[in-house]
């Protein structure tokens, strides 16, 4: 084999290592690209669970507000019924008191 034909392989093999650098550059880059665009999708996700999650919070707390008024508001009622039963049974003495006069 000659130093020409040595050359001509040894210059195939660099063109062919060099085509395989620039492909793996390319898939690199591409790879990196991707997971560029991955990570901002999570970022968003992340950030709008972020937002949800305080909503639901915000939605919690005004349940909680909600219930408490709820339950007060059932209390009076029972004061209430308790009161007017206390004032039906004093009506009913007083009847039974008068009829029997």
Do not use: C, P, Y
Request: charged share 40%; net charge negative.
């Amino acid at each position: 084999m000659t130093f020409e034909e040595r050359l001509d392989i040894i210059t195939e093999r660099h063109a062919a290592l060099a085509q395989t650098v620039e492909l793996l550059a390319a898939m690199q880059r591409d790879s990196f690209a991707e997971h560029e665009k991955r990570f901002a999708e999570n970022e968003r996700r992340f950030a709008e669970n972020e937002r949800r999650s305080a909503e639901n919070e915000r939605r919690f707390a005004e349940n909680e507000r909600r219930f408490a008024d709820t339950d007060r508001r059932i209390g009076q009622v029972l004061e209430a019924i308790t009161s007017l039963a206390n004032i039906a049974e004093a009506h009913e003495q007083r009847l039974e008191h008068l009829e029997g006069q």
